[in-house]
């Protein structure tokens, strides 16, 4: 079982705390234009880049992976 990080959290978490790319960028100390590459699944950030994004969406670092859905048996 793996752990995959989900570049759709990045804009779900962002909308979810009410800010726009300007105020994220300017908490979270990232250009608007990383913070669109990272929603729009272009890169995958660093850990460091994505503690800077939770910390300025009120959030842990794990909201941005995804558990596996399991299979029914």
Do not use: C, Q
């Not at 979810?16 to 300007?22: D, E, K, N, R």
């Not at 960028?25 to 660093?46: F, H, M, Q, V």
Request: charged share 25%; glycine share 6%.
């Amino acid at each position: 079982m793996s752990i995959k990080y989900d570049h759709r959290a990045s804009k779900r978490l962002r909308l979810a705390s009410g800010l726009s790319m300007g105020d994220a960028a300017r908490l979270s100390r990232l250009t608007e234009r990383t913070i669109a590459y990272i929603e729009k699944g272009y890169s995958d950030p660093k850990a460091t880049t994505l503690a800077k994004l939770a910390h300025a969406y009120g959030v842990s670092v794990e909201a941005f992976y995804a558990l596996p859905r399991s299979k029914a048996v």
